[in-house]
């Protein structure tokens, strides 16, 4: 299984970016999705996550204006972040729970993009 995250890039403050993460492989089922942040100098943090029935939760820095969705019929999904402000600058990771018929369920990881906040 491997995880594809693109979408990032320089964006002023206030403005918005879609990340996307697409799965590819051998996947029977995907689980539970989640986008991450890195931002530089500090730890990874939980930004969002959907569950496999639909249901959401955020970070409380991010409620309001970002919006975690997926498409599981291409195996993605999807981070909308609006109203983008510098302190959002971070390296984004894409997260899946993936079931696979070899492996069971397991978490994957994309490869990161990076997103810059700034004027």
């Known amino acids: 299984v491997q995880l594809q995250a693109s979408g990032g890039g320089l964006v002023q403050p206030g403005g918005s970016l879609r990340l996307s993460c697409t799965a590819s492989g051998s996947i029977l089922r995907l689980n539970a999705m989640a986008w991450y942040r890195q931002p530089p100098g500090k730890q990874r943090e939980l930004v969002a996550a959907?569950?496999?029935?639909?249901?959401?939760n955020y970070a409380d820095s991010v409620k309001g204006r970002f919006t975690i969705s997926r498409d599981n019929a291409k195996n993605t999904w999807y981070l909308q972040m609006n109203n983008l402000k510098p302190e959002d600058t971070a390296v984004y990771y894409c997260?899946?729970?993936?079931?696979?018929?070899?492996?069971?369920?397991?978490?994957?990881w994309g490869q990161g993009t990076l997103v810059t906040v700034s004027s």
């Open positions: 997260n899946g729970r993936i079931y696979t018929l070899l492996l069971g369920s397991n978490d994957y």
């Open positions: 959907i569950a496999s029935v639909g249901s959401t």
